[in-house]
């Protein structure tokens, strides 16, 4: 039965429609992996050496022991935003003589055999060999590296459980992130010694073996809680349930003030606040303005000037960025019926740029107090303000043209990234490298204030030409709007 899971999913994967409109993301993310791989692969060869030469008078041993909550709370908050379970489609299967126990065991087999749970072992066994050819015992050296392998599990089957406990919030993460951060945080100030615990109870298991039915018991138990989760989901009414709720009226007349781009307008802000993808975009405006405080307080960044037009783009741009590389995918729905409506296209494009203005306007005036760190960091962030509606916010809207994957906006908002595509990997490149560089270049040859000069006269150079820019920018999205309506259509 497993092979036959794996032949049926192996042919949804070749046959699908998005296989090679996706194939250039997948090779990137291959490309990466290889890089990852070749990372982990030097860390666990020259690990030993490396500890060996920081504390010459200490058992390296005994100081990787004493990280491994660090890795163990660091490799668990990667899987949340990284790690998805292994779905298989199981409703056709669900007609079907086979036993829900089988589909069940067969995902969560498959999340055993994941990237994630391969990856620390590129660094775990070379460090091993090491320890052997170090003069180690054997027995506790192979008891240590399958200790690792069975925690590596453990955080899979973990990770899976925080997800399914989080899922029904829209900020799912930020449960785990204070978890997270209190448990660092009493281990910091070494009210409770995570690490000094996590290393003790791995030496103890090396030591005495048999300790180690503890982790494989703990394994067990993560293994079959999540196999009751499964079970209990895997059924053909789950799939016809309905959710009711209270619609919550929105008052959104203020917008009418903007003339006949109002309608979208309030359709955007509408869906900001109503679905659980969009509203991933909210917080990252509180991330966005409070960005510049883990780097102006330190003194290193200080005499940085160049530095300051990049916190400045972003944290004027959070919302722009965030929002404007999914255009007009957040409607892809419905892009479809939009598309049949008489309306003019220039409308319904110039209500999503009046949106990213007015956030830009929004997040510099309350980043104002940044003044405190220097008159230079405001100056840079007026600036940088100037240029994100006048040059970044045209070049996100050019570029949401080329856009050609669907967005589900019910599924879960926290590190979602379904419906990324090419476009918003290389769109970074003219937001946010182009005029930092072109601030550091202008700022080492002439001065800062010159610098300044540039970044705000090319701002304003946009936002006169912006009526040109958008007839321009609208001729394109009409020329492509029946292969955006095709490619929509598609489940990606």
Partial sequence: MITHFFNLEWKQYFRSSYWQKSIGIKILLGFFGLIMLAYMLLIGFFLFKGVQK????????????????????????????LQKLPIITVKPLLTLPIKRSKIVNYVLGKSAISFFNFLPLFAIIPFGVNLVLEGYDITETVVWVVSLMIIVLIVNFLN?????????????????????????ALDYFQLVSFSELVSNGILAITK????????????IILYYYNYIILKNKLYVDSAVDTKIEEAKPTDLAWTNRFGDIAPFMQLDLKLLMRNKRSKSTLPILVIGLLYGLFFYPQPEYADKEFFFAFIGIFSTGAFLINFGQFIPAWDSGYYKMLMSQNF??????????????ISVIIL??????????????LVAHFAAAIYNIGVNSHVIMYGGSFNRKKINLDQKAAFNYQGTGAVQWLIGIPLMVVPMALFAFV?????????ITVLIVLGLTGIVLHEKLMKAITKTYVAKKYAMINAFDQEN
């Fill in 160 to 184: 899976f459980i925080i997800e399914n406990l989080t899922a029904k919030t829209d900020l799912s993460f930020l449960p785990l992130i204070a978890i997270s951060g209190s448990i660092f």
């Fill in 208 to 219: 005495n073996p048999v300790l180690i039915l503890v982790l494989i018991a703990i394994l």
């Fill in 344 to 357: 003019k296209y220039e409308r319904y494009l110039k209500s999503k740029f009046t949106l990213m203005a």
């Fill in 54 to 81: 920081i504390f010459p008078d200490q058992d390296p041993f005994l100081i990787v022991n004493s990280f491994l909550f660090f890795w163990v709370l660091g490799d668990l908050i990667m899987r949340f935003f």
């Fill in 443 to 451: 700022n080492w040859l002439v001065n800062f204030e010159v610098a």
């Fill in 364 to 377: 510099f005036v309350l980043g104002i107090p940044y003044v405190y760190f220097g008159w230079k960091i």
